[in-house]
């Protein structure tokens, strides 16, 4: 298990208005198209805690990347 | 009253008719897909053929027991069903196989077809109740069928039932309104919009009920619904915070503030709601709310407490945090000293965390963590616990710590907490002290009867019988949990070192707990109280447990552990009254209810039933070994138990009736001189000068009992000296004295009718030789006649198996896997079959034997010696012979 933090990027379905948005704190959201990207830096249960509210608000979440540049290509995420 | 508009959606119904052909029904699709609505349209549709039982999942359900009694009480409630039984009561004690069980035979029981319906299960948070969820799903009676409904897969490992083509699947695609349900919906609704405003709202929504929902009660008075509808789909905003935030909009001040203020409840009532909001009248704005809307719903028929659909509550939630940040904590404070007053405490636990006051919180805990697990909300007490911030130091919360550690059998643990515990309450104010200290000296006394340490804890604990002192409601209503509890812990370990105190206790205990409605308490107390009873009057002791087995039985823990001092006290008593077959089946019973927690003498009262009923069938040496399991369970306790001189004096005798005299001799040179000039001990001496031809010696060894001045244990030992004078004195040739020494213990057998004495001495023809006008207990004398020539040692072999020929070779089979501890999925694992054989076995056992469980089929198949024939699966657990069964090592 990695017990480092990672930058995700979150792509959602729609724009979130300042309602949604602030249930996710840690997160900086730019509007992308018709598409929300939520960027931050997650630890793992912080994304999974992500993940939760993205299904208890009933988003569509279209995307869900690690950025590693650290890391070589097709490392993918960080479970291990 | 329902006047939400639901279309009925006919092809979902007839989908879901379709799937009722199968066991299970899964619906699994994302929050607001209308999944309750349709099962809301399902089960209310008039015609409905099948009886149903509706749950829905409260909201991060962490606790088992919880969730399974809401389960069973919904089967209870559609099987109409709730006037034979008490109303369900939780115990500390969670046993889940036995509630799978009982759930099964609830619903096999439930004539015509039976669906249970579970919403919400993606709300359950316990991994143990999804697996024992899984078990029941798998093996369903035939008439059942189960409908769950999640926001996302779980595990639940229903991949057989699949296979066999027994699962429905109903997922977020099939959930979807067609353009066709969505023109239907708003013309149910009385709102004009043209086609091509119909056919946007649809697309933009992609039929997902909760917008279109939302849509609708936002259009319902829109004055330009093609404008809203426009505006709407050029938004590029997600549909549910739009929607919402339209719908907030739209509605009063005070309904805005009383969603918002609300939110943070899991349910909400008028009253609670006036809290909140500062204002009067809130019960009629959320009657209103719930008929215009579905995403207000009346939890119970007489419409007082709500909630709100679980995703419109939490956009609610957000906003509130952030238009009134500052308010919340306030919120949440208000809702706790309303849920303290309501007697509800893990509701104001939680929101007093919620709060962020963490040290109220943990003094809440505290006071309440005794009364939460006497309701069953043992695993709630532990999230709740989990919920403090870690590292924090809260000393109130040692206390709870240390109960925890205790039912989990973390002895040493359990012991650190109490002395955190104990020194915190130096140093807090007098009033709260006193409380602190009953709830610490309750626990340790406990602990003290777990390890066995009893000497000295009564006297130290001695002040808990009398009451704690309260000034408010709130203080006497948990004082009397911590006060019931306490004289139940004192009682127990009173009765298990055989003081006279423990029966005024434990009846202080019964009663106390009745007055305050705890049905847990009060069986735990009376089936104390039957076997503190048990040394002074058989007849107090049977009543006593027959009342204990009753309550208990009223509330499904016939099969917990707690009631095994009762059915075994009662299965001794009966034993003594020479109801052998009797005693037998209450001492199997017992054997199953025993646990790891029931306490050491209550296994030891059971070696000892065991050996009397070996004894006077004659199997001495089967005797001898239940004795001396007893006599080393004895001297494994720190202090001498009340039957210690009795179990020695019977092993000592046992030894002696199989010839063994020197080793007999040798056990009694091994006694000090007080165990060795007691009652029992000489009665054991009188045995072995009678097994070595020695009659005169035999009188000299009971000398002192028949002169009075030896200590006995009651006069049942005195039944039995005796008749050992009887057998020497017919040795020595002195008839008439024999006659008359067998007509003093037929006097002193008269007022409870002993047999026991009488089978053990095997004094038959003691008995026979006794001139009928030379008695006056004719009908005792012949009574115990009866028994003896019936019970008395068969000189071949037992009776004879009945014909089990009704049992097929496989049924025998899975028959011996029923007294272990293994699930029928393990069954099937051992005997390579599936779990729907393994289950449809059990149904026609059960069926055969005319039991309706797992416990008393074992019972019943150890009467028909069915358990006996062959080598045994798991020969170390079980019986050799058809009848006997080794109870648990120590």
């Known amino acids: ?80 | 009253m329902d006047t939400r508009r639901l279309i009925a959606r006919d092809d979902l119904l007839a989908t879901l008719d379709r799937a009722s052909a199968r066991k299970v029904t899964v619906i699994s699709a994302p929050a607001g897909s209308g999944k309750t609505s349709l099962l809301h349209a399902w089960a209310g549709r008039p015609g409905q053929p099948r009886r149903l039982a509706v749950l829905q999942v409260q909201r991060d359900q962490d606790d088992a027991q919880q969730f399974w009694l809401a389960l069973l009480s919904a089967v209870r409630h559609a099987s109409a069903r709730t006037g034979h039984a008490e109303p369900l009561a939780a115990t500390p004690d969670f046993n889940a196989p036995a509630m799978v069980d009982r759930m099964q035979s609830e619903l096999a029981d439930a004539c015509g077809g039976f669906t249970l319906v579970i919403d919400d299960l993606h709300e359950l948070n316990s991994p143990e109740a999804l697996a024992q969820l899984t078990g029941l799903l798998t093996n369903l009676p035939p008439n059942a069928h189960a409908v769950v409904a999640t926001r996302r897969d779980l595990p639940l490992r229903l991949h057989q039932l699949r296979l066999a083509g027994e699962l429905a699947e109903i997922r977020a695609a099939d959930l979807r309104f067609s353009g066709h349900e969505t023109r239907e919906l708003l013309d149910i609704s009385g709102i004009r919009l043209s086609e091509a405003g119909a056919a946007l709202l649809h697309q933009r929504t992609e039929g997902w009920a909760a917008g279109l929902r939302l849509a609708v009660i936002s259009l319902a008075d829109h004055p330009d619904p093609e404008q809203f509808i426009a505006e709407f789909s050029g938004s590029e905003r997600t549909v549910a915070e739009y929607l919402v935030a339209e719908m907030l909009e739209r509605q009063p001040g005070e309904v805005q503030q009383l969603l918002l203020r609300t939110s943070l409840l899991d349910r909400v009532n008028g009253e609670l709601a006036d809290l909140l909001t500062g204002h009067v009248g809130s019960e009629r704005i959320l009657l209103s709310l719930e008929d215009a809307s579905a995403f207000v719903v009346s939890l119970d028929p007489e419409r007082t407490w709500f909630r709100y659909h679980h995703l419109f509550a939490d956009l609610l939630r957000l906003e509130l945090r952030r238009v009134l940040p500052e308010e919340v904590p306030a919120l949440h404070r208000r809702a706790a000293g309303w849920f303290v007053q309501h007697g509800q405490a893990a509701d104001a636990i939680q929101h007093t965390q919620a709060a962020g006051d963490w040290p109220d919180a943990a003094r809440l805990l505290a006071d309440h963590s005794f009364g939460l697990t006497m309701d069953g909300q043992g695993q709630t007490v532990g999230a709740l616990l989990q919920a403090f911030p870690p590292g924090a130091d809260y000393p109130e919360l040692a206390l709870v710590r240390a109960a925890r550690s205790l039912a989990r059998g973390r002895l040493d643990e359990a012991a650190a907490h109490l002395a955190v515990a104990e020194a915190y309450a130096e140093t807090t104010p007098p009033d709260r002290r006193r409380r602190l200290e009953v709830a610490i000296a309750s626990l340790m006394l406990r602990l003290a009867a777990r390890r066995g340490h009893l000497a000295g804890v009564t006297e130290q604990a001695r002040f808990l019988a009398s009451p704690v002192t309260g000034q408010s409601d709130e203080d006497i209503a948990l004082g009397n949990d911590l006060r019931a509890v306490a004289l139940m812990n004192l009682g127990t370990v009173e009765a298990s070192v055989g003081l006279p105190d423990a029966e005024r206790h434990l009846e202080e205990g019964t009663l106390l707990a009745r007055e305050i409605g705890r049905p847990y308490l009060e069986v735990r107390c009376l089936a104390q109280l039957g076997f503190a009873w048990r040394i002074r009057s058989f007849a107090t002791a049977r009543r006593r447990c027959q009342e204990a087995i009753a309550l208990a039985e009223r509330h499904g823990w016939a099969a917990e552990w707690f009631i095994a001092p009762a059915l075994i006290t009662l299965a001794g008593t009966m034993a003594w009254t020479g109801e052998f077959d009797k005693a037998e089946r209450w001492r199997q019973r017992t054997v199953q209810a025993l646990q790891a927690d029931t306490g050491t003498d209550v296994r030891l009262l059971v070696h000892i039933v065991s050996g009397m009923l070996q004894a006077v069938r004659g199997r001495r040496h089967e005797a001898l070994q239940e004795f001396s399991t007893a006599e080393y369970l004895g001297s494994k306790l720190a202090d001498s138990h009340a039957l210690a001189s009795q179990v020695t004096g019977w092993m000592v005798a046992t030894q002696a009736r199989l010839g063994r005299s020197g080793e007999a001799r040798a056990l009694l040179a091994a006694l000090d001189d007080e165990r060795a000039s007691s009652g029992e001990i000489r009665n054991a001496d009188a045995v072995i000068c009678l097994a070595e031809g020695d009659p005169a010696g035999a009188l000299g060894a009971v000398r002192d009992v028949l002169g009075g001045t030896a200590p006995v244990i009651g006069y049942v030992t005195l039944v039995e000296t005796h008749l050992l004078a009887g057998f020497a004195h017919r040795q020595l040739g002195n008839l008439r004295a024999a006659n008359q020494a067998a007509e003093r213990a037929l006097a002193l057998a008269e007022s409870d009718r002993l047999v026991l004495p009488f089978a053990m001495t095997g004094s038959r023809e003691l008995l026979e030789a006794l001139p009928r006008h030379e008695t006056a207990h004719a009908a005792l004398l012949a009574d115990i006649l009866d028994v003896l020539h019936s019970s008395s040692p068969p000189t071949g072999e037992q009776p004879a198996p009945p014909d089990a020929a009704e049992l097929s070779a496989s049924e025998l089979r899975v028959l011996r896997y029923l007294p272990t501890n293994l699930s029928r999925r393990e069954i099937a694992g051992e005997l390579c079959v599936s779990r729907n054989t393994v289950g449809s076995h059990i149904s026609s056992i059960y069926a055969k034997l005319q039991v309706r469980d797992r416990s008393s089929a074992v019972q019943r198949a150890r009467e028909l010696r069915l358990l006996g024939g062959g080598p045994h699966p798991l020969a170390r657990r079980s019986p050799h012979r058809g009848d006997a069964v080794s109870p648990a090592d120590p």
């Open chain 1, 1 to 80: 298990m990695d017990p480092a933090s990672a930058r995700y990027t979150i792509r959602i379905k729609g724009h979130l208005g300042a309602t949604v948005l602030s249930a996710f704190p840690a997160l900086v959201s730019r509007q992308h198209g018709a598409h929300t990207v939520l960027t931050g830096l997650l630890d793992r249960s912080a994304l999974y805690g992500v993940l939760a509210e993205i299904e208890a608000l009933g988003l569509d979440l279209l995307e869900l990347r690690q950025l590693a540049p650290q890391r070589t290509p097709g490392s993918g995420d960080s479970g291990m």
